[in-house]
């Protein structure tokens, strides 16, 4: 369904696309009939109304290809789970929201934690950037994990988790999965992942949530596409996060609402539009 708001927004970020494509068909449009008036004498097209035609066409022409929706829903097949991919603030999302870190779960700003990373804003907004109530239940979560190993780095914590391990964190009415996706050079507390650690990653956050969940929303940000050193386009990254959504529901359902919240820096980088056509087409 077109958005009036979401054809706004094309209007005003893509003008001089807008004008590219009114022109584009309306050029076609009169060569078209030009044509047909040379090899068809008799058939009159002239006067203002198909002039006034043809413009308008156009105009409808261009305002649909600067058109993209801010929301879609894909439909998983043989289940009653849905994908939502919107832009928006993960932030405001009803249900459990997803917040990827890295294997040391740092929690200090500055080298360990980019105050511009999604972790570093979770950590200003949530705990006023402070870190003793936040380690506090990142320990009590982790208490029982024995698979971690000391790890010595230049600045931040020591404690080395596995990618893909997950801690619960309350805050006020709202709950975080905070998942371990990247790793750490530790000389200089730089932040990497690839497609191996996020596809472990991502399984493990989809295990944990369908255990916590309780058939509330499960709400993702487009991880590996911040400081994780992915640098994979935003389709891709998309289209990874989508697909083991899918396997693990597939599996066994995670909940009905799986949402991949996208930031609004990202719009021009997506058309939801064809994403989900080539997502139907594909399960076709």
């Not at 097209?45 to 801010?70: C, D, F, H, Q, R």
Request: hydrophobic share 40%; proline share 5%.
């Amino acid at each position: 369904m077109l958005s009036i708001k979401d054809l706004g927004h094309g209007i005003v970020t893509q003008p001089k696309k807008l004008a590219a494509d009114w022109f584009k068909c309306f050029s076609m449009l009169y060569t078209v009939v030009k044509i047909t008036t040379q090899f068809f004498p008799s058939l009159k097209i002239e006067g203002p109304w198909p002039l006034v035609a043809m413009i308008l066409a156009s105009l409808m022409y261009g305002l649909w290809k600067v058109w993209k929706p801010s929301h879609v829903v894909l439909a998983v097949a043989n289940c009653d789970t849905c994908i939502e991919i919107m832009f928006g603030d993960l932030f405001i999302q009803d249900g459990i929201r997803a917040i990827a870190v890295n294997e040391f779960f740092d929690s200090e700003l500055g080298k360990p934690v980019s105050p511009l990373s999604l972790h570093g804003i979770f950590l200003q907004k949530c705990f006023g950037g402070h870190t003793r109530d936040f380690d506090s239940l990142v320990n009590k979560e982790l208490a029982g994990t024995t698979s971690h190993i000391n790890l010595e780095k230049i600045q931040g914590k020591q404690e080395c988790y596995p990618i893909g391990t997950t801690a619960l964190i309350p805050v006020n009415d709202d709950r975080y999965i905070i998942f371990a996706l990247a790793k750490t050079e530790p000389s200089t507390c730089k932040a990497y992942s690839n497609v191996e650690f996020m596809s472990k990653a991502l399984h493990d956050l989809w295990k944990r949530a369908r255990n916590e969940a309780n058939g509330y929303p499960v709400n993702i940000p487009l991880v590996g596409g911040g400081l994780s050193g992915m640098g994979l386009p935003t389709n891709d990254l998309l289209n990874l996060i989508v697909l083991t959504a899918i396997t693990e529901t597939k599996t066994r359902q995670v909940t009905r609402i799986i949402r991949v919240v996208l930031h609004k820096s990202r719009f021009k980088d997506v058309d939801l539009r064809d994403f989900k056509s080539r997502f139907e087409k594909g399960r076709d």
